[in-house]
């Protein structure tokens, strides 16, 4: 049967299913030793602009600057954080507009978490902060990420060539959008 909730629900089947035990909630100040650890990680730090060798001050610090009206989430398995995400819409004449970061711990990537991130950054662009595009950055050779934007409506509108140095070499980046339905 098909109701209002299922009609309007612009998501993935696979992105409404969640991991057992898998809670997405508001990030908060205390979060940030688990966040420290987080980033440090080799796969996370891979695939996004972290350096090595964060301090957890720096991080809290970092966390703490945060504007008002972003939304910072974290995903809990069975109590431990494993992945955390944001969307920062932007302003004035690009207030229709927000840009997504995430990572997910590198012993629990491929299995629903990046998605049900995700799922719950683009419900609340849609519903609550009336986002018509969301944007990212993703380098090239990331594909399981490129993967998982795909499959929630972003595509590639471009290549930023030598966007970022990683690990002792330049790297390009793609710009991946998804504009809202309707």
């Not at 809670?23 to 987080?38: C, K, N, Q």
């Not at 398995?77 to 990572?103: E, N």
Request: aromatic share 8%.
């Amino acid at each position: 049967m098909l109701t209002k909730e299922t009609a309007e629900d612009p998501l993935p089947a696979a992105a409404r299913a969640r991991p057992d035990g898998l809670v997405i909630r508001a990030r908060e100040p205390s979060d940030f030793t688990e966040i420290t650890a987080l980033m440090a990680l080799p796969r996370v730090r891979w695939g996004t602009l972290r350096l090595p060798f964060t301090s957890r001050e720096d991080v809290r610090q970092w966390m703490e600057k945060t504007p008002a009206g972003h939304l910072q989430i974290v995903a809990l398995l069975d109590g431990r954080l494993v992945g955390t995400a944001g969307v920062h819409p932007d302003k004035g004449r690009r207030s229709h507009v927000g840009g997504i970061g995430m990572c997910v711990h590198d012993e629990f990537q491929r299995r629903g978490i990046g998605a049900a991130l995700l799922a719950a950054l683009i419900e609340a662009a849609d519903r609550w902060f009336n986002l018509r595009r969301l944007e990212l950055a993703v380098y090239v050779d990331n594909e399981p990420a490129i993967a998982l934007y795909k499959k929630f409506g972003f595509v590639i509108e471009g290549t930023r060539r030598q966007d970022a140095f990683r690990d002792g070499a330049f790297v390009d980046s793609y710009m991946m959008a998804r504009l809202k339905e309707g």
